[in-house]
């Protein structure tokens, strides 16, 4: 069972940048895929990024590609989200995900986070 632990949430103005953070529990965690997501009030879970076991292949969506960088560090047992611009429409509660199998390109992930809120005024 990976427990996943997210911090670095809070409000920051339109235009700015926010870096994510989700602590892993697992001594295997450098086998997982992980992942970020976001949901806002009202919305489905949206799929924002992930970075496969050694890094080597990292997968974005459209919405955020060239905003958002994910990445991780194995020894840390940690995996980040850089958000730069962001943009009202950011705002949401961000989750970040693990999975011992499959692709990046594989959207679906067996442990989640509890979550952490990111607000963007305008």
């Known amino acids: 069972q990976v427990q996943l632990v997210e911090s670095g949430g809070g409000l920051v103005q339109a235009g700015g940048s926010l870096r994510l953070s989700c602590a892993a529990s697992e001594r295997t965690f450098s086998m997982y895929r992980m992942g970020w997501f976001r949901q806002a009030p009202g919305k489905e879970r949206e799929f924002l990024a992930a970075?496969?076991?050694?890094?080597?292949?990292?997968y974005y969506a459209d919405s955020v590609k060239g905003r958002f960088t994910i990445s991780r560090d194995n020894a840390k047992n940690t995996v980040c989200l850089q958000m730069n611009s962001l943009k009202p429409e950011d705002a949401a509660v961000y989750y970040c995900?693990?999975?011992?199998?499959?692709?990046?390109?594989?959207?679906?992930?067996?442990?989640w986070g509890q979550g952490t809120q990111v607000t963007v005024s305008s």
């Open positions: 995900a693990a999975d011992p199998a499959g692709s990046v390109y594989v959207t679906r992930y067996t442990y």
């Open positions: 970075i496969s076991w050694n890094a080597g292949i990292t």
